[in-house]
């Protein structure tokens, strides 16, 4: 079983590296390995019983085209400046050439050609004062909505093309390990079934929910790495009426704030307005399960939700003797787990400015109504470290200068969200590692965040890989 290229991972990155490769030379042999299920079995049972199953793989998390398929799919055409660090490796230029290459690719297959951000300049204006106003930067940024239920039907029409270009997608096969010969150069993978794959150029996509089991590859292939961001935090719910003006100028206000006394830096990220929190399931080598929170947008109008969710993330940034981030984020959410009773827990904002758990009773008191069912009403103070949850609040209460009634007691606060980067891997300008021909790209690289940026590093990297085959 000897390919071209192996690509661990269907994720984002892994679909427009493939995508790419097999457009510039299709008769390469070429394959890739998703330890998940093809887009029509990528089927959550919470949809119909509406009570999370805890699948093993979560099928929110894993599968064709990874965490976006299930996720709001926005994509930021702009700036990489909330997208992770790709722009440092490559430059900004091409970053955004390859972000417009990227955005046309979607919209071949189906996005929606409307770009939020764009057409209402003044009300923008208007927001971006307002932030500075209250110590906040509005990232301003074109919005591509792709929408929940539409990303699922766009990269179904994606993993379609690649088969049919002949690209061989092996799902339900994890990856084990890495072959090498003696460490100084890749040779293919092996499966957690024993099976064998042999190529010289192995690419590495393996997303969020793969982080974990790529830090472990690199411990033990010495691939050099450096301690990476931790971003930790929660996912607050409002009503649209309270987030009504920067919906609809923006979609997605892409705020940054640094606190007063620690200079922390605070985000906003993923906003869905008329949407719905949910849960993802990470499953970690050691067999380890963190339930963490995340948010979705529909297209559709029968799907929609009187309620605007976003996250609000508190990025750190470790030295050394620091060495684990992502046993750092899946302590504080494995934490809220067991407070939660294996979920995750909901707060509202009056409850937690008066240092008490919240209960059913008190939520319905207070007029709060969780889109998100499963979560546990509790205590987030007891799990999120003091110096985080001061941030959270402290950005809390200057974004209600933007958007008022944000501090409102019946805001909801979900927790734990967490983002998954492992230790930043080492690479060079052609995003290879200190072994040649393997190549790290996407979110377990910890180079990028999110689809826009994952997906142009996968298109940077089949580039890179076509000049040296020529």
């Not at 923008?124 to 929940?148: C, D, F, N, Q, Y």
Request: with cysteine; charged share 25%; proline share 4%.
């Amino acid at each position: 079983m000897e390919y071209d290229v192996i690509i661990v991972g269907a994720g984002p990155s892994g679909i427009f590296c493939a995508y790419e490769l097999i457009n510039k030379n299709p008769s390469l042999n070429i394959l890739m390995l998703e330890k998940g299920n093809d887009m029509a079995h990528r089927i959550c049972p919470k949809r119909k019983t509406g009570v999370c199953v805890h699948c093993k793989p979560c099928n929110i998390t894993t599968g064709f085209a990874g965490a976006g398929a299930f996720s709001d799919g926005k994509l930021t055409l702009a700036s990489s400046e909330t997208g992770g660090n790709l722009d440092k490796l490559i430059g900004e230029p091409l970053v955004k050439e390859l972000i417009g290459k990227m955005d046309d690719i979607y919209l071949k297959f189906g996005a929606d050609t409307r770009l939020y951000g764009t057409d209402n300049p003044e009300a923008v204006k208007r927001i971006r004062e307002k932030a500075e106003a209250a110590g906040m930067k509005l990232v301003e940024s074109p919005i591509r909505h792709l929408g929940t239920e539409a990303s699922y039907e766009i990269y179904s029409k994606l993993e379609a093309y690649l088969l049919e270009k002949g690209v061989k997608i092996l799902f339900k096969t994890a990856v084990e390990d890495i072959l090498t010969d003696n460490g100084e150069k890749v040779k293919g993978v092996i499966s957690k079934d024993g099976e064998e794959f042999y190529s010289d150029t192995v690419i590495i996509g393996a997303g969020r929910e793969g982080a974990k089991w790529f830090k472990n590859v690199c411990e033990k292939h010495a691939i050099k790495t450096t301690p990476g961001t931790v971003d930790l935090g929660v996912r607050v719910e409002c009503p649209d009426s309270v987030m009504q003006e920067l919906n609809e100028a923006m979609y997605e206000s892409k705020l940054i704030y640094y606190t007063k006394e620690s200079n922390d830096k605070v985000r906003t990220f993923c906003q869905n307005p008329s949407g719905e929190v949910a849960l993802e399931n990470y499953h970690l080598p050691g067999g380890v399960t963190v339930t963490t929170v995340n948010g979705h947008a529909y297209k559709g109008a029968d799907l929609k939700t009187d309620y605007t969710n976003f996250a609000l993330l508190v990025s750190k940034n470790f030295t050394e003797p620091f060495k684990e981030p992502l046993e750092y984020g899946a302590i504080f959410a494995r934490a809220a787990n067991m407070l939660a009773g294996d979920t995750v827990l909901v707060q509202s904002y009056g409850d937690i400015k008066k240092h008490r758990r919240s209960t059913p009773e008190r939520l319905a008191e207070a007029g709060a109504a969780p889109t998100c069912t499963d979560a546990a009403p509790g205590d987030l103070t007891l799990v999120i470290p003091k110096r985080i949850m001061d941030a959270i609040i402290e950005m809390i209460e200057a974004m209600d200068k933007v958007a008022p009634g944000l501090a409102d007691d019946a805001t909801l606060l979900y927790g734990i969200e967490v983002k998954f980067y492992s230790n930043k891997v080492l690479i060079d300008e052609r995003c290879e590692t200190n072994i040649k021909g393997l190549f790290a790209i996407g979110d377990s690289s910890s180079w990028t965040r999110g689809l826009s940026m994952s997906s142009a590093m996968g298109l940077y990297v089949a580039d890179q890989i076509r000049k040296q085959r020529r």
